[in-house]
């Protein structure tokens, strides 16, 4: 099961910059984040544009890196790996919110 845990950092860049990170791991289908087979993907980037709260910072970087997610989602479908609802970790409570309601 592809699994991803994604972070922001607000304004930490020049001009007013954020930054989002990623770490995309496979587990097995239980609830269980230890049971963890070591990153097969790791992001760290720029937002584009300059955002108005740590929780706008999160969404960014939970967009972005749900885009990533396709993608390995695709690749591990065409391997042989049929991929339940890709499991998203966030640490900001809004934007926790924010997706679930939506």
């Not at 269980?32 to 720029?46: C, E, H, K, M």
């Not at 499991?87 to 926790?96: A, E, F, G, L, R």
């Amino acid at each position: 099961r592809l699994t991803t845990d994604t972070n922001a950092a607000y304004l930490v860049q020049p001009n007013a910059r954020s930054r989002y990170a990623d770490y995309f791991y496979l587990t097995n289908n239980s609830t269980s984040p230890l049971l963890s087979n070591g990153a097969i993907l790791v992001v760290y980037r720029t937002l584009c544009g300059v955002v108005r709260s740590a929780a706008e910072a999160e969404c960014g970087g939970v967009f972005h890196n749900s885009q990533d997610a396709v993608i390995l989602r695709t690749i591990l479908e065409a391997l042989g790996h049929p991929q339940p609802p890709t499991h998203i970790k966030t640490d900001n409570s809004t934007t926790t919110n924010s997706f679930v309601k939506a």
